[in-house]
RNA sequence: GGCCCCGUCGUCUAGCGGCCUAGGACAUCUGCUUCUCAGGCAGAAGAUCGCGGGUUCAAAUCCCGCCGGGGCUACCA
């Protein structure tokens, strides 16, 4: 990557999120854009997090975040770095600032600036608060009437009134008139910095030359290089990422029920699934190809194919996503992901590796078990937590359904009962070493040509799940055994007689 | 109110002056695939490209105006 002067130098982004709330999709998505840049120019990914703040921080917030980065596959390269332990340098810079006349003292009370700024919207200006302290503070009597009183003030930066234009990698020229922004302040204090300078530092001290981040921080880009100005430090290029929405178009928040990104994990999303899906929001690349790994997503990758205009967040486009995603993983991985939703559950309890007991009935069995549940379910599920609800009735001793349920269309339970004699006749035939799907069929499905398939085959398999939609009955059996196949058929053939 | 950004099927988007009778994906609907569901396969419907002017032989694509939506407007980040 070339800079501005045409040296070849490292790549350097951020992804410097506020402790202040879970990771979510929005903010997630910045961060594997910056990932992503960074990997495809062999760059660096640095992690920052920004506690300047600290009535808002929370460190249940800094480790959820963490550890929905590391789920998600984002590793940073370098950090996580604490602007809450680097107010030395800060404080540095705000002297400098302070002894050069780039920013002053204001001792404003906030009714003031309130009633100021009302005071402008009503005059259709824009609001904002060009203080008269800077001009007057190096005369004495005002120096000596501000340090007598018991004023708080607030470090404001003394902004030069000039137009200041960058570039924007996705949008192209955008430009400020600083006239408008007024003298903004840039700390509470010598200890307090506050956003926009300790973000103007830390990107400096940290060489960071590409500042990817939500198009929510356009109006802070030209505060920000004022500061570096001021400073002395380079600009860096600036990428802006449309924001992600909600139903309504409005940015997406906890409002229209966003979750966090460890929520999407707790409910059985998969990160590959999460990625694609928040690559595509806002990026595409440019061919009909659809499912990106992260891999894929590296050689893919650029900044000028990312759009202008905000997405919004469509779930059903997740699941889809998701489904696809638990279809092509490895079934022994597959298994292992949801086995912790079974135990959740209390369907089924480890007692050593690879061997656990179904709590109902107390058998215990092995891991190929629970596997071969698992792959009847593997094209069907689209998220992990629904393998519970789905694969309950292997690990229950008895079924609760209504008798009705028994029924294909409009046959009667005495015929249904009929039916179930005859399957349960049939399959007490077969050895049982010799009970497979393979087996049953050749045995049963000659009946089905007797007596109609839907006759036969949805009574077989509603008495065998309990349920009005499940895999085929051939394969339940199978996994069920012929015992557990017997005691159902004749379970369900009791409630026929119940109810008719 | 002020400043800034954005505007192609319901949704994510392709499109960069003629290849566009606007392409793909999700969602929806139909058919096929052993009973159901899911999946797979095949197909259907769905966008006068926000609106109005202009430039041009030709505009979703360029220009202007308008309208609409959003973001920001903190001693939060």
């Known amino acids: 990557m070339l800079s501005k002067k045409g040296i070849k130098s490292e790549v350097k982004v951020r992804f410097a999120p506020s402790p202040t709330g879970p990771l979510h999709i929005g903010a997630a998505r910045t961060a594997l854009f910056n990932w992503l840049f960074a990997k495809k120019n062999k760059g660096k990914f640095i992690l920052r997090i920004e506690d300047t703040d600290i009535?808002?921080?929370?460190?249940?917030?800094?480790?959820?975040?963490?550890?929905a980065l590391k789920w998600l596959g984002l590793n940073w390269d370098k950090g996580p770095y604490y602007q809450s332990r680097r107010k030395e340098i800060y404080k540095k810079y705000i002297k400098k600032l302070l002894k050069e006349g780039k920013a002053f003292w204001c001792y404003h009370t906030k009714e003031e600036l309130e009633a100021e700024k009302k005071e402008q919207m009503k005059k259709g200006e824009a609001p904002r608060h060009i203080c008269e302290h800077k001009l007057n503070s190096q005369k004495s009597e005002v120096k000596s009437a501000i340090k007598n009183s018991k004023l708080k003030g607030i470090i404001r930066f003394n902004t030069p009134i000039k137009k200041i234009k960058f570039t924007d990698v996705i949008r192209g020229e955008i430009e400020f008139d600083t006239s408008l922004l007024g003298d903004f302040s840039i700390a509470k204090d010598l200890n307090n910095p506050l956003y926009n300078l300790t973000c103007v530092i830390d990107d400096y001290e940290m060489k960071i030359n590409y500042v990817i981040r939500g198009e929510d921080h356009i109006p802070n880009t030209p505060k920000q290089i004022l500061i570096q100005e001021a400073l002395g430090f380079p600009t860096p290029y600036y990428a802006h990422l449309p924001l992600i929405l909600g139903p309504d178009r409005s940015k997406l928040s906890k409002r229209h029920n966003a979750m966090p990104i460890n929520e999407y994990k707790r409910l059985g999303y998969l990160p590959e699934a999460l990625i694609n899906f928040m690559a595509f929001l806002g990026w595409n690349p440019k061919n009909e190809r659809e499912f990106f790994m992260l891999d894929d997503l590296i050689k893919e990758f650029s900044l000028e194919s990312i759009g202008k205009s905000g997405a919004i967040f469509n779930i059903q486009k997740l699941d889809y996503l998701n489904g696809y995603y638990i279809r092509h993983t490895d079934l022994n991985k597959l298994t292992k992901m949801c086995i912790p939703y079974l135990e959740k559950a209390k369907l089924i309890k480890k007692i050593k590796d690879l061997k656990f007991k179904i709590l109902e009935t107390n058998e215990i069995i092995d891991f190929?078990?629970?596997?071969?549940?698992?792959?009847?379910?593997q094209e069907r599920i689209k998220k992990l937590n629904e393998i519970k609800e789905l694969t309950e009735f292997f690990f229950k001793k008895k079924l609760k359904y209504k008798p009705e349920?028994?029924?294909?269309?409009?046959?009667?339970?005495?015929?249904?009962?009929?039916?179930?004699?005859?399957?349960?006749r049939e399959i007490l035939k077969i050895k049982k070493n010799e009970f497979n799907e393979k087996k049953l069929k050749d045995i049963l499905m000659p009946l089905t040509e007797k007596y109609g398939r839907g006759e036969i085959l949805w009574p077989f398999r509603v008495a065998l799940s309990g349920k009005k939609a499940s895999p085929g009955p051939f394969e339940i059996a199978e996994i069920l055994g012929k015992e557990k196949v017997l005691e159902r058929i004749r379970e369900a053939k009791k409630l026929c007689e119940v109810s008719s």
Do not use: A, F
Not at 55 to 66: C, H, M, N, T, V
Not at 369 to 375: E, G, N, P, S
Not at 405 to 424: A, F, H, P
């Open 55 to 67: 009535s808002r921080y929370k460190k249940e917030y800094e480790k959820d975040i963490l550890k």
């Open 368 to 377: 190929n078990y629970i596997k071969k549940i698992v792959k009847l379910e």
């Open 405 to 424: 349920l028994l029924k294909w269309k409009n046959i009667s339970l005495i015929e249904v009962k009929r039916n179930l004699e005859i399957l349960e």
